[in-house]
C-alpha cells in the first residue's frame, strides 16, 4: 500500500514562550516521550560531531525507556529472573541504587518527577520511590479509591508539575504524589472504551477515544468514530470536543496515541482510518479550542511507521513503500527530501520516534541538522528499541532491548 502524506498548512515554528509540558528541560526527560505533552523535545545541547561511547549497562532485559532528572538517570531492568529499579549516574553510568519489583507494567513505563520515579508494579496501583542515599524508599502508593463499593484503579500514568494524571476506572483525575485521594476527578464518564496516555499541553489534558461500536460500511467494515476531548488541568472540566474521522474496528486494542506539538494534535491508531486516498494510521488535528470546541480545520490523514516530529523548521516525515522510503521535511508548504532508502538503507532501519533537540534531530542510530542536511552522528549499532534520551552533550539509547548505553561527542569528557 502506498504511503499517503496530507498535510496540513499551518505554522510550523517554535514560539518563544512554550506552553507547560511543550518541551523537556535539558536536564530533565521526564517520560518515555520527554514530557507529558508527547513531542519528543528537548532543551538540551545536541551532539554534533562524532560519538564516543561514555559508558554501557547490559541486563537481560530493559524494561523501560529511561528517564533522568538533575543528574540522575532511572531505568527498569531485569536481572536473573527480576525486575529491578536502578539509579545511576548519568555522566558516568556509576550505579546508585538498586531496588526489587516484585512485578512490572511494561505498557505504563516510568516518570520521575523531582526525584520521585513513579511507575506501576501492577495494574492496581502507582508506587512512588525516592534516592536517598544510596538506597531506593518506597515514599508513595496510590491503589485508587472505592466507588459505590467497586475499585477504581489507576491506569496510564502521565506527570507534569508535581502532578500525576491518570484514569481512576473510566474517569480521568488528577493526583498529586504523597495523597490518598485525587485532586480532581471527572463527575460523569463521557469517555467511550477505547482511549490514549492523556498528554498534556500548557493548561489542558487531551485524550483521544474510540467505541468498540459502531456501524457496518458499504465495504463490510466495522466503524467507530475517533473522538478527542480536551480537559482543563485546574479543575478537570471538559472544554472541548470533537469528532474526528473514523476508524475500522479491529480485534483487539487500538493502541490510541496523542501528541501535542506546536498548533498540530497528532493522534494515532492501528485501527486503520479510512480516508479518500485509502487507509491512514495518524489523523493532524489543528489545535484551537474557543467556545467549549475544537474549532473546525482541515485534518491531515497520513500512513507512517514513524511518529512525526516537529522541529523549529518544520514537520519531518518518512514516506514511501518500504525499500524506497524518503525521510522529508515539510516547510514553506513544501516537502523537502532528507534521505533516501534507496541510497543509505541504515538510515530507514529503526522504528523509534525521532527525539528533536532544535534543528538537529536524533532517529535513533544516526542524526541529522535539518539546517544543513548533514549526518552528524551514526551509532554502531542500528537496533535501537527506545526513543533516544537526550541529556546536555549525552545522549542515551537501548540497543536491543538488552543493553541501555551512553554517548558523548568524541573527546569530550
Known amino acids: 500500500m502506498r504511503r499517503v502524506l496530507l498535510l496540513l498548512l499551518v505554522p510550523l515554528g517554535a514560539t518563544a514562550a512554550e506552553p ?52 540522575r538517570a532511572y531505568v527498569v531492568v531485569r536481572r536473573d529472573g ?39 508494579p501492577t495494574e492496581k496501583q502507582i508506587n512512588g520511590y525516592v534516592l536517598e542515599g544510596r538506597r531506593f524508599r518506597l515514599k508513595w502508593i496510590f491503589r485508587g479509591r472505592r466507588v459505590y463499593g467497586a475499585w477504581q484503579h489507576p491506569s496510564s500514568p502521565v506527570v507534569h508539575d508535581n502532578e500525576v494524571y491518570c484514569f481512576l476506572g ?15 476527578r471527572t463527575d460523569r464518564s463521557e469517555m467511550q472504551k477505547w482511549r490514549s496516555r492523556p498528554s498534556v499541553h500548557g493548561p489542558h489534558v487531551f485524550v483521544a477515544t474510540l467505541g468498540e461500536r459502531g456501524w457496518w460500511s458499504t465495504q463490510g467494515n466495522l466503524i467507530s468514530t475517533l473522538q478527542l476531548e480536551v480537559y482543563r488541568r485546574s479543575d478537570g472540566a471538559r472544554v472541548a470536543a470533537r469528532e474526528i474521522c473514523q476508524a475500522a474496528v479491529g480485534g483487539s486494542n487500538p493502541d490510541l496515541t496523542v501528541t501535542v506539538s506546536g ?58 513503500d518500504p525499500g524506497d522510503q524518503v525521510w522529508k521535511l ?45 549526518i552528524l552522528w551514526r551509532l554502531p549499532f542500528t537496533d535501537v528499541t527506545q526513543p533516544v534520551v537526550p541529556a546536555d552533550g549525552l545522549f542515551l539509547a537501548v540497543e536491543g532491548g538488552r543493553a541501555l ?4 561527542g568524541r573527546g569530550r569528557r
Open 263 to 320: 498548533d498540530l494534535v497528532c493522534i494515532g491508531s492501528s485501527w486503520p482510518l479510512p480516508s479518500t486516498a485509502g487507509w491512514a494510521s495518524h489523523v493532524m488535528v489543528p489545535k484551537a479550542i474557543a467556545d467549549r470546541e475544537l474549532r473546525e480545520g482541515e485534518l491531515g490523514l497520513s500512513s507512517y511507521n514513524r511518529l512525526p516530529a516537529l522541529s523549529r523548521l518544520g514537520l519531518v516525515v518518512v514516506s514511501g
Open 330 to 374: 515539510y516547510r514553506d508548504h513544501r516537502l523537502w527530501p532528507l534521505a533516501y532508502e534507496k541510497e543509505q538503507p541504515d538510515l530507514f532501519v529503526d522504528r523509534v520516534p525521532p527525539t528533536v533537540l532544535g534543528d538537529v534531530l536524533y532517529f535513533g542510530s544516526w542524526a541529522m541538522d535539518l539546517e544543513t542536511r548533514e
Open 170 to 184: 473510566d474517569h480521568l483525575a488528577r493526583l498529586r504524589p504523597g495523597s490518598n485521594f485525587p485532586s480532581w
Open 20 to 71: 507547560d509540558a511543550a518541551v523537556a528541560e535539558a536536564a530533565r526527560w521526564v517520560e518515555a516521550r520527554g514530557c507529558a505533552s508527547g513531542s519528543y523535545r528537548s532543551r538540551a545541547a545536541p551532539v554534533v560531531t562524532e560519538v564516543e561511547e561514555a559508558w554501557t549497562l547490559k541486563a537481560d532485559a530493559i524494561g523501560s525507556a529511561p528517564v533522568h532528572w538533575d543528574g
Open 82 to 120: 527480576d525486575w529491578r529499579l536502578l539509579g545511576l549516574d548519568l555522566r558516568t553510568g556509576e550505579e546508585l541504587a538498586s531496588i526489587g519489583l516484585k512485578n512490572f507494567v511494561i505498557e505504563a513505563g516510568i516518570f520521575v518527577w523531582d526525584n520521585m520515579v513513579l511507575l506501576q
Open 405 to 408: 548505553r551512553a554517548f558523548r
